[in-house]
């Protein structure tokens, strides 16, 4: 079963950056798209990047040219490169392996880390 720890979370002010990493155990991790979501308070968990094994990456339009996601697969870590911070990007922050439909392929969430934007 593969655990995911998410980590690099922090309080920042709006216009700051921060880098967030996500190790996971286990074994084929190199083949799946791995994603970042988030989950603000009162708000579902959305998808905010994913990358595909080949390192096609994509976007929602909120993050678009602020958030930049990557992977190193021989370290088994995926990262999400956070700048231009603004308070509306505060929630907790996981990674997963999407699948489509709102499902992702590891049961299993990591307990996510807290990104607070705040002056």
């Known amino acids: 079963q593969v655990q995911l720890v998410e980590s690099g979370g922090g309080l920042v002010q709006p216009g700051g950056s921060l880098r967030l990493s996500c190790a996971a155990s286990g074994t084929g991790f190199s083949i799946y798209t791995m994603g970042w979501y988030r989950q603000a308070p009162g708000k579902q968990r959305e998808l905010v990047a994913d990358?595909?094994?080949?390192?096609?990456?994509r976007y929602v339009d909120s993050v678009k040219g602020r958030f930049t996601i990557s992977r190193d697969n021989a370290k088994n870590t995926v990262y999400l490169q956070m700048n231009s911070l603004k308070p509306e990007d505060t929630a907790v922050y996981y990674c997963n392996a999407p699948r489509g439909g709102g499902r992702t392929y590891f049961d299993s969430w990591g307990q996510g880390t807290q990104v607070t934007v705040s002056s």
């Open positions: 990358i595909t094994s080949g390192g096609t990456t």
